[in-house]
């Protein structure tokens, strides 16, 4: 069987956030380690990458990928049942497989539409899997091609109008806490990644007083260094105890495996507090307190729902550009597969010239000094000869028929090599455009 895409995905769609948290690598040199030892087990595997997020952990693959075997090194390493993996799972191939790839990168797949964080994320885990030898060129092409398509849907339609992201939904939930409840603009933010400075930033925008904790306060100082902000200030991981107690928001989003607030730290307050879990696996242990609200990022669907619904219109749009662009990849890898096929075919004719040209100049009817000249001759005219062929093969790559004309030259001359694509590059959620 030839080599082809493929993803195998696990989201919050079909996944609680209890089990993301079970599947989720402490770090990226644990998904790094876990994939290597894939792609050694299983050669038909030629190329991997691994995405990992607080609301996803897919595979993106290369090669004739046999999921069940994916699935079965996925419950060992992480202890899980395979029948539940296979149930929560969600397979892509082919058209589907690149289809999805470029819904993730242009956060149609995302759970709040239109954000921006995702396609960083995939840069990253790209990066990471790219320097580590477990993707080349197949992967690298599906990717490029994905951020293509991502800023192409930014740009054409609003759904990235506004930054949105996990980050402003929870503090947009913030701000509807404030409209019913008499408490001060202050919150704790723990956590200097990407998703913290996001947070941060949003609050900031709506007039909070921030304090920082991160566990190295070097990197939150460098953080709050390019924010010239004066209602930002930070302060270590050891005195979080004491901030919770004091600050009636909280949000956590840190990468720990271990939860940083547990119920044995909560004391008795005048006032509510309301605290927002973004990280996965969970920062934050039920306070077993009436008096604290906590929302996980599955508790934020509400807000992300009312987001989705205003951009209803933008997401169609978006969804049948994506479809365009899945139906040009393709078309781009076919005109790749084409070249091989023309060079060939020059390459016959050129050896079957200087076949008979050696013959003619053995058999003297041509003299070893006019050699090279009758070669040049020869070599122009299989040129013009081969001209109107080649022209209509790559005229027609983009076609039904584009297919068939190329499988029929390698029958013909006996060129060997892979298949064509026969037409996978058409897209069936382009219907209707």
């Known amino acids: 069987m030839d080599p082809y895409y493929s993803v195998l995905s696990f989201t919050h769609k079909r996944l609680p956030i209890e089990l993301r948290e079970q599947l989720a690598f402490k770090d990226n040199a644990a998904l790094l380690r876990f994939l290597q030892d894939l792609k050694h087990r299983y050669p038909s595997l030629k190329e991997v990458i691994g995405l990992c997020t607080c609301n996803r952990v897919e595979f993106y693959c290369?090669?004739?990928v046999d999921f069940s075997v994916v699935l079965q090194a996925l419950a060992h390493a992480k202890s899980l049942p395979l029948t539940l993996l296979q149930e929560k799972s969600t397979q892509y191939t082919h058209t589907e497989a690149v289809y999805h790839s470029f819904s993730v990168a242009s956060s149609l797949d995302s759970l709040v539409v239109g954000e921006t964080q995702i396609t960083g994320q995939l840069k990253e885990a790209y990066k990471a899997c790219f320097e580590a030898k477990l993707c080349g060129k197949h992967l690298s092409r599906l990717v490029h091609f994905a951020f293509k398509c991502a800023g192409r849907?930014?740009?054409?339609t609003a759904i990235s109008a506004q930054v949105v992201s996990i980050a402003s939904m929870a503090v947009k939930q913030a701000i509807e806490v404030l409209e019913s409840e008499d408490l001060p603009k202050k919150a704790v933010v723990v956590g200097v990644g990407q998703m913290g400075q996001l947070v941060c930033k949003h609050l900031i925008a709506k007039g909070f007083e921030v304090l920082l904790c991160n566990r190295h306060t070097e990197n939150a100082q460098n953080f709050i260094t390019t924010l010239n902000?004066?209602?930002?200030?930070?302060?270590?991981?050891?005195?979080?105890?004491?901030?919770?107690?004091?600050?009636?928001?909280?949000?956590?989003?840190?990468?720990?495996?271990?939860?940083l607030i547990t119920p044995d730290m909560v004391q008795p307050t005048p006032f509510r507090r309301f605290w927002f879990d973004l990280a996965v696996p969970r920062d934050i242990q039920d306070p077993k307190d009436s008096s604290v609200w906590l929302y996980s990022v599955d508790d934020l669907k509400g807000v992300i729902a009312d987001n989705l619904e205003k951009r209803q219109r933008d997401t169609a749009k978006a969804?049948?550009?994506?479809?365009?662009?899945?139906?040009?990849?393709?078309?781009?890898?076919?005109?790749?597969?084409?070249?091989?096929?023309?060079?060939?075919?020059?390459?016959?004719?050129?050896?079957?010239?200087?076949?008979?040209?050696?013959?003619?100049?053995?058999?003297g009817y041509i003299p070893p000094e006019l050699q090279d000249n009758v070669a040049k001759i020869l070599h122009n005219a299989f040129n013009t000869f081969l001209h109107q062929p080649t022209a209509t093969l790559k005229k027609n790559a983009h076609k039904e028929e584009g297919d068939m004309l190329g499988e029929s030259l390698k029958s013909l001359f006996n060129l060997g090599g892979d298949p064509l694509f026969l037409n996978a590059y058409r897209c069936e959620h382009s219907k209707g455009l």
Do not use: M
Request: aromatic letters at 8%; a negative charge; charged letters at 25%.
């Open 62 to 64: 290369y090669g004739t």
């Open 153 to 156: 849907v930014r740009s054409v």
């Open 229 to 259: 902000e004066p209602n930002i200030c930070i302060d270590s991981l050891e005195n979080l105890k004491e901030h919770i107690n004091t600050h009636p928001f909280c949000f956590s989003a840190t990468h720990s495996p271990n939860p």
């Open 319 to 363: 969804h049948a550009l994506i479809a365009e662009d899945t139906a040009q990849f393709f078309a781009w890898l076919q005109t790749l597969e084409l070249d091989p096929l023309i060079k060939g075919l020059r390459e016959l004719a050129k050896q079957a010239a200087l076949k008979e040209l050696n013959k003619a100049v053995k058999k």
